[in-house]
């Protein structure tokens, strides 16, 4: 019974002291990766609010938080992650994007099922692409390494035909 306990005792005393050796070892302490995640921000030029989204004032909210973005210091991009737009229509990217051209910070975008509402992902990425120099992709996911040590992953889990809102996976992206 002595044995037992002073075995469990020297079990946690060692998972500890490994744990903290391990922290030693790597540590984020050091590495900073400074950036700004903003979703769902649904610009549309034509669409009244609903009960749930603030389509008309949408335009206004943006440019509010770029306006924000913009007094910070120090940020290394901003990462638009999805519903860009409420509905895939030239109007409403040229407005999303004339917005963008007044933020100081490179951006870049997941997309979400409501980028594609209305177009297919192909002309969605000509239009994006169009816009933004950063985006710099063949496909509507990639993979980004914005300094030494960070690995960001965008995935678009929309579907192939833009048939699902639930998420979907291709094998490609898996």
Known sequence: ???????????????????????????????????????DTHISVDRADTSYKALSSSSKLLKDAVNQINDIDGIDFVLFTGDLVDSAKYQN????????????????????????????????????????????????????SPKTDYRIIILDSTGENNDSSRGVLSKEQL
């Open 1 to 39: 019974m002595k044995n037992n306990k002073l075995f469990k005792i020297l079990f946690v005393l060692s998972v500890v002291i490994l744990t903290a050796l391990g922290a030693y070892a790597f540590s984020f302490r050091n590495m900073t990766l400074d950036f700004i995640s903003i979703s």
């Open 93 to 144: 990217f040229d407005e999303y994007y004339s917005i963008l051209e007044k933020l100081k910070y490179p951006s870049l975008n997941a997309f979400g099922n409501h980028d594609f509402y209305g177009m297919s992902k192909s002309e969605v990425l000509e239009i994006v692409k169009g816009y933004n120099r950063n985006y710099i992709f063949n496909n509507t996911y990639y993979a980004i």
